[in-house]
């Protein structure tokens, strides 16, 4: 074997190492990588899935289209959302771009979410070459939020049936029983504090708080035991874009080897939760059977439902915390209020996802030709309907653009969705945010945020990636 013309890359070598230890072992590292076909494949769904979507979008903004410019001009950007969708909204309830219609008015972004003729995820791949290339390309074993039968894209009896017996898991009395355990790791990483202060003075409160707080809360649902749950804030993090759109092609590949990583070790955790049930929503789920039918979840949805916790879960919550101190430290007048009647808390959650929520837009796709706000939407059209927008809408909030912790409706925001697919998540994330913002700022009543703080790369995704900060 000739080893001289192979130049060492991040695949060659391992085979280079294995050829030194003979032609069986060398034989097993080729097998090992990947295929071309397997290499092709992966490029054909970052075009499909990403690329060309971005590029199209990127297009359209440069001609001042107003969904490219919501989905390519908005990200790291505080104000741009909310300036671009006050343009949609003063140019149509339902707005026709290029590409798609999208709105960001509040009654029609209610409408669009609760249609019945309107579904989540991408339209059917049944016509053009772009979606038979797509199918072709596609991974239907890779978990994934987007990737059926993850909850998000499940629609008709099947949701119906399968969002039951989730929601009995997920119930109201659950959420509250996890309270103290949340009180009890936000009190822990906020007396923890200054163990991690820098040489500056400063400690990042992404890193330190905003981050571990949701991850533990999620690990105590999943059953996961202590020692792993780096593993899984490692998941996570890798995890977190694949709700992005426009990912590029070493963003796409991180996501997927993550979601990998996390599919193998979820089959033997879930193996293990079988044999070993805990006191955690897991195990419980993976008993629940449906009182008519007698039938629990396959295990391809225990699965999707274990990722979509992870996926949907956890970086919306860090953005609601990271988000929620940003505008609560910004405003002495909110602190002031909180700290007068504490019993604004909750509604100082609402306001913070009201103002700056986590997610951005959601989209839906015409199943049929239908009418939406007055408008004749066609077969397999998309419509956006942009979260961040309708919560600003003047008709439904006064003086929206006013971050105002004693707002009497802020809990009208979109910011979880609505319809069918709300999320299923709302009770608990509003609870962490309450605990998580109120321990922080009453543990650490003085402290100021760094003015170099930096946004998350991230489109749909919302939030701040570091916010260093003084105690
Ligand atoms: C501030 C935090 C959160 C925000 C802003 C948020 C936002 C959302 C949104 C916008 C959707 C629906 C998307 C659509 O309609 O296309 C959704 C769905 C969902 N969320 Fe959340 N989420 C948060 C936290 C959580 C948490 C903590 C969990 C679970 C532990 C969770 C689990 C889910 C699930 C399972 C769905 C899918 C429901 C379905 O399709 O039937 N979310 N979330």
Redesign the pocket.
């Known amino acids: 074997m000739h080893l001289s013309p192979l130049r060492t890359t991040p695949t060659t070598a391992p085979v280079l190492s294995w050829a030194t230890r003979g032609p069986r072992a060398a034989r097993a590292a080729l097998a090992a990588l990947p295929s071309p076909r397997a290499e092709l494949r992966r490029t054909v769904r970052w075009a499909t899935q990403h690329g060309l979507a971005a590029a199209v979008l990127r297009r359209a903004a440069a001609d001042g289209d107003l969904q490219g410019l919501m989905v390519t001009r908005t990200a790291g950007s505080l104000e741009a959302p909310y300036e671009i969708a006050r343009d949609i909204r003063e140019s149509a309830s339902l707005h026709r771009s290029r590409y798609a219609w999208t709105t960001a008015d509040h009654a029609v972004v209610r409408e669009v ?1 609760a249609h019945p003729d309107l579904r ?1 995820g991408f339209p059917e791949p049944e016509r053009g070459p772009v979606a038979r290339l797509a199918a072709w390309a596609g991974e239907p074993d890779r978990l994934g939020p987007l990737t059926p039968p993850s ?2 894209v499940t629609d008709g009896a099947d ?1 119906t049936r399968y ?1 039951r017996l989730v929601t009995r898991v997920f119930s109201a009395r659950a959420v509250e029983a996890l309270r103290a355990r949340t009180q009890e790791v936000a009190a822990q990483l906020a007396a923890d504090l200054p163990r991690h202060v820098d040489a500056r003075g400063e400690v990042d409160l992404v890193e330190a708080y905003c981050a571990p707080l949701p991850v533990t809360v ?1 690990c105590e ?1 999943l059953g996961v035991p202590a020692e792993e749950r780096e593993r899984v804030l490692a998941f996570g993090q890798a995890a977190a874009p694949s709700l992005d759109l426009g990912l590029s092609w070493a963003q796409m590949r991180r996501v997927e080897v993550a979601l990998d990583d996390f599919r193998t070790w979820l089959v033997g955790h879930l193996e293990h939760l079988r044999e070993h049930p805990g006191d955690d929503l897991m195990s419980r789920l993976v008993a629940a059977r449906d009182e008519e039918t007698g039938e629990g979840l396959s295990q391809d949805e225990l699965l999707a439902t274990a990722g ?2 992870l996926a ?2 956890f970086e ?2 860090v953005n ?1 915390l990271s988000n929620g101190l940003v505008l609560l430290t910004g405003h002495p007048a909110a602190r002031a209020a909180l700290a007068a009647d504490p019993d604004l808390w909750g509604n100082a959650v609402d306001e913070v ?1 009201r103002f700056d ?3 951005l837009l ?1 989209g839906r796709a015409a199943a049929t030709a239908t009418e939406v706000a007055g408008q004749q939407v066609r077969a397999g059209e998309m419509i956006s309907a942009v ?1 961040a927008g309708a919560n600003r809408d003047p008709a439904v909030f006064t003086d929206p653009d006013t971050f105002d912790v004693t707002r009497a409706n802020a809990r009208d925001h979109v ?3 609505g319809g ?2 709300y ?4 009770a ?2 509003r609870m962490e ?1 309450e605990v998580g913002l109120r321990t922080l700022l009453e543990t650490h009543p003085d402290l100021v945020l760094s003015s170099d703080r930096r946004r998350r790369p991230t489109r749909i995704l919302r939030g701040w990636a570091t916010l260093p900060a003084r105690l």
Not at 423 to 426: M, R
């Open positions: 979410l989540s909850l998000l949701h969002r999620i649902i979509l916790v949907a879960g919306t919550t609601l996802l929520p986590p997610v959601t979260l910011s979880f969705s069918r697919h999320c299923l998540g709302a608990l994330a945010g």
